[in-house]
């Protein structure tokens, strides 16, 4: 179906054809009346120009002798009127740029305001008409009359037009009005008052205190006096000590939803019900400490627990890996060997379980030694992936480093930091599709130095980004890969430590890792050289250490 143009030039040629057919047909209907009343008039045109003698006869003869066309004039009036009028009700309201309706300028006066200035000029109009001279007396009689129709057309018209653009609106019709304005607001003072009457009679217990307090000031007033002087002063005193109250009250609540639970209002010169309400805010305070501590035991508990049942597993897996590795040199053949590897890749891989378990225990509770340290992120995410250079062949991924040629200096711990690099580019060699590159991206963003990396996954992600990083979460829902699900995670919580965010987005398959650290100034130089001399093993920087080494320094810590 095509849609009507709604257009200002069409809504403008609309009006004129239905003022002027409207004009047309009205004037045109009352000369087919006066041309079919010639033959009762005909007879006595003479007596009748004697009884009036601004009569013109003359307009009386021409209307008989065009009697046979004028009504066709008027049926094609009507028609155009009947179209141009249905044509505007539709396009009330309506713009050729939204299909919503909108309303215009006189469809914002209120309705009642409204009909109060259109009315009293369509009466006027109306009652000059009908109350002048008779316009077939006279040429002047006849124009005015004929002005008048238009005005009265227009105005009819503009009416018509609003209040259906107003009907379309729904209840704009209503309540776009002074009378209903005036109600509602009548109405809201009405439900105030009572809803403040029920309010009182609710609590009784404290507002008859009040309703009398007002009796005795208004008989003070009424009596005058000094007594009126020395109630207004004390009065003063009270609203001031009132005041005083709220304030405390108040900023006893802004500390506690900061939550700065030591905070404690001092109730001992309020009055009865702001000191029972300054109670309950310090009870309140009272109960999230002691619920905030017996969270902090229950997390220190649990840490304990992971890291004792660790040891306790650690032990005697280590035994197992070690005879395993016996078993390995006996050169067993057949299905034995086959068994002895199975045991071997699964005890391994409950060893890294088990130190995942202790290293996600001591970066969510913060257990971990932070040493922030201006850090050139290029360099260590070029070791990391030096690091990772074989693993990542054997899974056939290529690694590109953009914006690394640029030193970026962060304040970062620099071991923290390659754990979670290595754990990223571990999550990559495991998840990532075979054959496609691993981006890594780093770039300085205002004071804020970011490191993304992003791979194409070999399985589909349909799995929001926050939920990958919560605690045993893994991309692959089969679990057919060698993973803990505890990687992100503790990527997260060793960003967090170093006062970083960590945050994961992902497009269909491409998954993406941001890290971002607060930047910094490169460290000064130093201010001459030093010989080189040997450095011992343990206080070689984590950065130049192998995964073996920090392993073996994690376990002495432990």
């Not at 009126?228 to 009250?249: H, K, R, T, Y």
């Amino acid at each position: 179906m095509t849609k009507l143009s709604y257009t200002l030039g069409m809504k403008v040629f609309a009006c004129f054809i239905a003022v002027l057919s409207g004009i047309t047909a009205f004037f045109d209907g009352i000369g087919i009346f006066l041309a079919n009343s010639y033959d009762f008039y005909s007879s006595s045109l003479a007596e009748l120009k004697l009884a009036h003698p601004y009569l013109d006869t003359g307009m009386l003869t021409k209307l008989y002798g065009m009697r046979g066309s004028l009504l066709p004039i008027l049926v094609i009036s009507l028609l155009l009127f009947a179209i141009s009028v249905i044509y505007l009700l539709c396009a009330a309201g309506h713009r050729p740029d939204t299909d919503e309706i909108v309303p215009n300028l006189q469809d914002k006066i209120p309705l009642d305001l409204y009909f109060a200035i259109v009315c009293p000029i369509l009466l006027a109009i109306l009652f000059l008409i009908l109350e002048g001279r008779n316009p077939l007396a006279d040429t002047g009689a006849l124009s005015f009359v004929v002005i008048g129709s238009i005005i009265l057309a227009i105005l009819g018209l503009a009416t018509l037009l609003t209040c259906v653009t107003r009907l379309k609106l729904g209840r704009y019709f209503y309540q776009h009005t002074i009378a209903y304005q005036v109600i509602r607001f009548c109405w809201k003072m009405l439900a105030a008052v009572c809803s403040t009457i029920a309010d009182a009679a609710k609590s009784i217990s404290t507002t008859w205190k009040i309703a009398v307090a007002w009796l005795v000031i208004s008989a003070f007033y009424t009596m005058g006096g000094f007594g009126a002087i020395v109630l207004s002063f004390a009065l003063l005193l009270v609203f001031c000590s009132m005041a005083s109250q709220m304030q405390e009250l108040k900023n006893g609540g802004e500390e506690l939803a900061k939550g700065n639970l030591n905070y404690k209002i001092n109730t001992q010169r309020m009055f009865p019900l702001f000191r029972a309400h300054g109670k309950n805010l310090n009870s309140i305070s009272k109960g999230f400490s002691i619920a905030l501590e017996q969270k902090m035991k229950s997390e220190h508990l649990k840490t304990e627990l992971i890291t004792n049942v660790s040891h306790d597993i650690k032990t005697p897996l280590t035994s197992i890996i070690n005879y395993v590795d016996l078993l390995k040199k006996e050169n067993l053949d057949g299905q034995a060997a086959e068994y002895i590897e199975v045991l071997d890749r699964q005890s391994r891989r409950l060893k890294k379980l088990t130190e995942d378990l202790v290293e996600a225990s001591k970066a969510s509770t913060g257990n971990l030694k932070v040493q922030l340290a201006p850090t050139d992120m290029g360099e260590l995410a070029a070791q990391a992936v030096a690091e990772y250079e074989e693993k990542l062949e054997n899974a056939h991924l290529e690694a590109v480093i953009n914006g690394g040629d640029t030193p970026l200096f962060a304040m970062v711990d620099g071991n923290l930091t390659w754990r979670v690099l290595s754990n990223l580019l571990s999550n990559a060699c495991k998840y990532s599709q075979p054959h496609t590159r691993v981006y890594i991206d780093i770039k300085k963003e205002k004071d804020t130095v970011i490191l993304s990396m992003k791979n194409i996954s070999r399985d589909a992600l349909n799995i929001p980004a926050e939920e990958l990083m919560e605690r045993f979460v893994r991309g692959d829902s089969s679990r057919h890969t060698e993973g803990s699900g505890l990687g992100l995670n503790i990527a997260q919580s060793l960003v967090g430590l170093q006062k970083g965010t960590f945050s994961l987005e992902i497009e269909g398959d491409l998954f993406k890792a941001f890290v971002a650290f607060p930047a910094t100034e490169p460290p000064a130089p130093p201010a001459e050289e030093m010989p080189e001399k040997e450095v011992p093993t343990d206080a070689m920087p984590m950065e130049d250490m192998q995964t073996e080494d920090i392993q073996e320094e994690t376990e002495k810590d432990e």
